[in-house]
């Protein structure tokens, strides 16, 4: 989730990296380019005409704590994980009576430039500080962490489709917030935690609990999370970092995971996979995302589990990550849309247009300044934080939750405890 490797992938004389994710694509505050080449353009605010007439820009009001768990039961009918795949429309979010729906799962692999809107009133600009990002030498630093031995392809076990499942999508639904280090999330002081979520409306907390160096190292966090979360009314969604090396091993402990429990039985709402690429040290093949997925499927049983991912643009979208591949396995997708310089409405609207042709969309924005990675040195204000989340609820997300914690700034707090993520 950390930018982190740029060196590995800024070779354009003008590296304005939006964060210096592995795919080390550019999002500028006039357009998208990846690698210094143009794949889409879109003009600043592009999708903010259709979104300002239909009110996404306005401050969403309405869901209230007593009803942020409520939605819809979603039977899941997974396709053949070797047939040709066309998707289906998203569940439609939080019914006032929950009613079991059935989604068909994605059925082509087929994905096409998403058409954008264009022409947005000079009313609709939002103000950027710290944008355009100036040029900069490329950053150097040491090769990315990833496991000594490589666990080969014909080792692997076949990959199958899975069984039908149900599962809620409460637990994702409305706003959130990201722990990666729980001792530097306020001072590592769960009470303390739960009581800004509460204070911020927030509808569930994402913590890390484990990683293919480590394994489940987690288990004394979620011994003290989970049960003060719920107590709060909030949901609790476990997070890891597999570098599939050996998927099998990564699916083993992440099923440690999923066992947990606390206290009277209580466990993890669901569970987040951040699927990672080469630059951040991880062997990502479509081949390699299934063994594990469907492993994480067989031990989540009717659990979420959500498939945190890149942005779907350029050649991400077009092959080069396994969207369609993971799709069968998980519950919905988790794009981390880390605008930078570029307007968060159209990326959000682009992103969350195209994913949810595959599964429903929870969308992560970006709650940090990219200053050590060479990029804006200004954190995106709480203008930046409210016109996201409305843009992100009205293109169709489930909900909305920010990277990091530790990070954000008292503007972008103040701004995520203002916001109601209507339903």
């Given at each position: 989730?950390?930018?982190?490797?740029?060196?590995?992938?800024?070779?354009?004389?003008?590296?304005?990296?939006?964060?210096?994710?592995?795919?080390?694509?550019?999002?500028?505050?006039?357009?998208?380019?990846?690698?210094?080449?143009?794949?889409?353009?879109?003009?600043?605010?592009?999708?903010?005409?259709?979104?300002?007439?239909?009110?996404?820009?306005?401050?969403?009001?309405?869901?209230?704590?007593?009803?942020?768990?409520?939605?819809?039961?979603?039977?899941?009918?997974?396709?053949?994980?070797?047939?040709?795949?066309?998707?289906?429309?998203?569940?439609?979010?939080?019914?006032?009576?929950?009613?079991?729906?059935?989604?068909?799962?994605?059925?082509?692999?087929?994905?096409?430039?998403?058409?954008?809107?264009?022409?947005?009133?000079?009313?609709?600009?939002?103000?950027?500080?710290?944008?355009?990002?100036?040029?900069?030498?490329?950053?150097?630093?040491?090769?990315?962490?990833?496991?000594?031995?490589?666990?080969?392809?014909?080792?692997?076990?076949?990959?199958?489709?899975?069984?039908?499942?149900?599962?809620?999508?409460?637990?994702?639904?409305?706003?959130?917030?990201?722990?990666?280090?729980?001792?530097?999330?306020?001072?590592?002081?769960?009470?303390?935690?739960?009581?800004?979520?509460?204070?911020?409306?927030?509808?569930?907390?994402?913590?890390?609990?484990?990683?293919?160096?480590?394994?489940?190292?987690?288990?004394?966090?979620?011994?003290?999370?989970?049960?003060?979360?719920?107590?709060?009314?909030?949901?609790?969604?476990?997070?890891?970092?597999?570098?599939?090396?050996?998927?099998?091993?990564?699916?083993?402990?992440?099923?440690?995971?999923?066992?947990?429990?606390?206290?009277?039985?209580?466990?993890?709402?669901?569970?987040?996979?951040?699927?990672?690429?080469?630059?951040?040290?991880?062997?990502?093949?479509?081949?390699?995302?299934q063994v594990y997925l469907q492993?994480?499927?067989?031990?989540?049983?009717?659990?979420?589990?959500?498939?945190?991912?890149?942005?779907?643009?350029?050649?991400?979208?077009?092959?080069?990550?396994?969207?369609?591949?993971?799709?069968?396995?998980?519950?919905?997708?988790?794009?981390?849309?880390?605008?930078?310089?570029?307007?968060?409405?159209?990326?959000?609207?682009?992103?969350?247009?195209?994913?949810?042709?595959?599964?429903?969309?929870?969308?992560?924005?970006?709650?940090?300044?990219?200053?050590?990675?060479?990029?804006?040195?200004?954190?995106?204000?709480?203008?930046?934080?409210?016109?996201?989340?409305?843009?992100?609820?009205?293109a169709g997300a489930v909900g909305?939750?920010?990277?990091?914690?530790?990070?954000?700034?008292?503007?972008?707090?103040?701004?995520?405890?203002?916001?109601?993520?209507?339903?």
């Amino acid at each position: 989730m950390l930018p982190s490797q740029c060196s590995l992938c800024l070779g354009h004389p003008r590296p304005w990296l939006k964060d210096c994710r592995p795919h080390c694509y550019e999002r500028r505050e006039n357009g998208i380019v990846e690698l210094g080449r143009w794949r889409w353009k879109l003009a600043a605010g592009a999708v903010a005409a259709a979104l300002v007439t239909t009110g996404a820009v306005a401050a969403a009001s309405g869901l209230g704590r007593s009803a942020r768990h409520r939605t819809a039961a979603v039977q899941v009918v997974p396709p053949s994980v070797t047939a040709a795949t066309t998707v289906a429309p998203t569940v439609a979010r939080t019914p006032t009576t929950p009613l079991p729906t059935t989604r068909p799962a994605p059925s082509t692999t087929t994905l096409v430039p998403t058409t954008v809107p264009a022409g947005p009133p000079a009313s609709a600009t939002l103000a950027m500080a710290g944008c355009p990002v100036a040029p900069h030498p490329p950053i150097t630093g040491p090769p990315p962490w990833h496991p000594a031995v490589l666990v080969p392809d014909a080792s692997l076990p076949a990959v199958t489709a899975p069984h039908p499942w149900r599962s809620q999508m409460g637990a994702i639904g409305g706003t959130g917030m990201w722990i990666w280090q729980l001792n530097s999330t306020e001072g590592g002081q769960v009470p303390a935690i739960v009581k800004r979520a509460v204070e911020a409306h927030l509808h569930q907390l994402w913590v890390r609990v484990g990683d293919s160096k480590d394994g489940f190292y987690g288990a004394s966090e979620l011994d003290q999370v989970v049960p003060a979360a719920h107590a709060a009314g909030l949901a609790v969604i476990a997070w890891g970092f597999p570098y599939l090396y050996d998927p099998v091993a990564d699916a083993h402990w992440t099923a440690q995971i999923l066992a947990w429990r606390g206290p009277g039985g209580q466990a993890v709402d669901g569970y987040s996979a951040d699927i990672e690429m080469a630059t951040e040290g991880v062997d990502l093949t479509a081949r390699r995302a299934q063994v594990y997925l469907q492993g994480v499927r067989q031990a989540a049983g009717g659990r979420l589990v959500v498939a945190t991912v890149y942005p779907p643009i350029g050649s991400l979208w077009t092959g080069r990550y396994p969207f369609v591949a993971m799709a069968p396995y998980v519950d919905a997708f988790a794009p981390m849309i880390y605008w930078e310089c570029s307007d968060p409405r159209s990326d959000a609207v682009l992103d969350i247009g195209r994913l949810s042709r595959l599964r429903p969309v929870h969308v992560i924005g970006q709650a940090f300044d990219m200053a050590s990675t060479g990029g804006r040195t200004v954190a995106p204000s709480g203008a930046e934080i409210t016109a996201f989340l409305s843009a992100s609820r009205v293109a169709g997300a489930v909900g909305g939750s920010f990277w990091v914690w530790q990070h954000a700034t008292a503007e972008e707090w103040a701004a995520l405890a203002a916001y109601r993520w209507a339903a």
